[in-house]
């Protein structure tokens, strides 16, 4: 019988691909997988650490796993990821019923890790060095990028995939523990990159999102005085037979290269859409952080995108109650909301991360309150800037990439609501046929609220099968009227 693997995953889009991979890697050598992780052989949790709350979580479900380990001592449990590297011993000790702790430089390791626990029964540790542990060079190599044979079944999707152009990242913001548990920045080798997007398109893959901590930093040096930059690796891929959309994220605003938005305006299968996080709108909060620009730096980028990229939509990430944010620097921030137009934000509460410089210099002066109030605040002031966003688009056409069944569609069986993005990354929910799954198709939008467009596909597209030529010209003659990107 086949042994059954469990692996949860509370991350980034990093964790998400990562254990993407790791289960690949396992189905190939014979795992199947299961929900229920009372029946699984192997137990896997993979674990961002970028805040205390996805680790808060995972060693709360360790906890509950100890007596299930003590009746079925043969059951192999495993955390892998950014807490595993960044905890390392401290995993056993908080959960000596772990037998693998890998980092997230590791992962290829995980079969033989694997074997190895169930040959010796002793627990077993691969980590990366620490930055200060070694020299560059050495750090870097125990840091390896891990990007095996993809699996189409172990995606959310099997039509949209992420790719990793970069490993690590060097920037070094003073609250972030990313530079320390995924090691210093390192750029895929485009050829590599092109041939991986290459495999995932022939596997019926549309749309590929291409990762890195600052994806916009992507630089690959080729040793002969020629370097592969984010837009040279754009334009490669583009024209994958196959390929309908290209997205990247995240960007740092100090990377944002006209060349890039050049690229972005005049690709057809580039997505209009940056998530470029600015983080705050204090100066003096921005230098704390170490963010290396300032606000008037960040909104002439902002003007820059959108006069380079017409039409672009832009979303940030924020942290509220960074230490010392007094409510006067708070308020710089609502005010950069309220102005800057973003089509979303994600905020975040400041928390303290063992390891980082704020940990180090600052104090988390902030109460815990008055960090859940500013981020209710920012959060209430972004909805107002979105939903009017998205008022602005009732009556247009939008192209939408079908994903699936609306969130209420599955939770209350009301299965003709389908969701989907356009080429902005807005959501867009509206009534249609699961044939349209993983298509494209003209969506007239009439309502929406803050968070979702709504509105009915455009006539005509339903009345054709799947995947016939007829419904691709339809869409294509839309889109040509509409001067909206051909796919
Ligand atoms: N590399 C990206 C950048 O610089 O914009 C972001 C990567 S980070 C994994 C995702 C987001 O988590 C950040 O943009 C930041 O808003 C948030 N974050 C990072 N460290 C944090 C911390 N210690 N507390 C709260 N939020 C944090
Ligand atoms: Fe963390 Fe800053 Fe690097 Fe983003 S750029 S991963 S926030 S150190």
């Known amino acids: ?41 192997v137990i896997l949790y993979n674990t961002g650490s970028v805040r205390q709350h996805a680790e808060d979580k995972i060693y709360s479900a360790l906890g509950t796993l100890r007596s299930h380990k003590r009746r079925y001592p043969e059951k192999i449990i495993g955390v892998l990821g950014c807490m595993a590297q960044k905890d390392q011993e401290r995993v056993r000790r908080r959960a000596p019923h772990v037998d693998i702790v890998c980092g997230p430089g590791q992962l290829a ?70 530079p320390s548990v995924r090691g210093p920045e390192q750029s895929r080798h485009p050829e590599e990159i092109g041939a991986e997007v290459r495999q995932i398109v022939n596997q019926g893959c549309k749309e590929i ?20 930059r984010l837009s040279d690796l754009i334009c490669r891929i583009h024209d994958t037979p196959g390929l309908e959309r290209i997205k990247f994220i ?44 300032s606000v008037e730096f960040y909104q002439d980028m902002l003007n820059r995108c959108r006069e380079r990229v017409p039409g672009v939509a832009i ?57 859940k109030r500013r981020n209710n605040d920012l959060l209430a002031i972004q909805g107002k800037v979105s939903f009017e966003d998205h008022r602005r688009k009732i009556g247009e056409t939008v192209e939408v990439l079908v994903e699936g069944p609306s969130k209420t569609a599955l939770k209350y069986d009301e299965l003709p ?14 009534d249609g046929d699961k044939r349209l799954i993983g298509q494209t198709v003209p969506v007239h939008i009439d309502d929406a609220s803050a968070f979702t467009l709504f509105g009915v596909v455009a006539t005509g597209v339903l009345a054709y099968g799947r995947n016939e030529p007829q419904e691709r010209t339809l869409v294509a003659a839309r889109t040509e009227r509409l001067s909206l990107p051909m796919i």
């Open 109 to 178: 390791k995980m079969p033989e890790l694997i074997a190895e626990v169930e040959r010796t029964r002793r627990p077993q540790m691969a980590v990366s060095l620490g930055r200060a542990e070694a020299s560059r060079p050495e750090v870097t190599g125990s840091f390896e990028s891990y990007d095996p044979m993809r699996d189409p079944a172990m995606r959310p999707t099997a039509f949209q995939a992420f790719v990793r152009t970069q490993f690590g990242c060097d920037k070094f913001c003073t609250y972030c523990i990313v």
């Open 315 to 371: 979303s940030s990430d924020f942290i509220v109650g960074f230490c010392g944010e007094s409510e006067e620097s708070f308020q710089k921030t609502c005010d950069l909301v309220a102005t800057a137009g973003f089509k979303n934000s994600f905020i975040f509460k400041y928390s303290p991360r063992p390891g980082t410089k704020a940990e180090d210099l600052f104090a988390d002066d902030v109460p815990e309150e008055v960090k």
């Open 1 to 41: 019988m086949p042994k059954k693997l469990y692996l949860e995953t509370v991350g980034c889009q990093m964790n998400v691909l990562d254990s993407e991979l790791v289960v690949g890697t396992l189905r190939r050598q014979g795992f199947e997988l299961t929900t229920d992780v009372q029946k699984a052989d």
């Open 417 to 430: 609501q389908f969701t989907g993005r356009t080429v902005t990354d807005h959501i867009v929910v509206f």
């Open 250 to 293: 995240t960007n740092f605003p100090r990377d944002m290269t006209d060349d890039l938005l050049d690229a972005v305006a005049t690709l057809p299968k580039v997505c209009r859409y940056l998530h470029v996080p600015v983080q705050s709108g204090c100066n003096e909060v921005l230098r704390r952080m170490k963010r290396l620009y």
């Open 209 to 228: 999102t291409l990762t890195g901590q600052t994806v916009n930093s992507y630089k690959f040096p080729h040793g002969d005085g020629r370097t592969t």
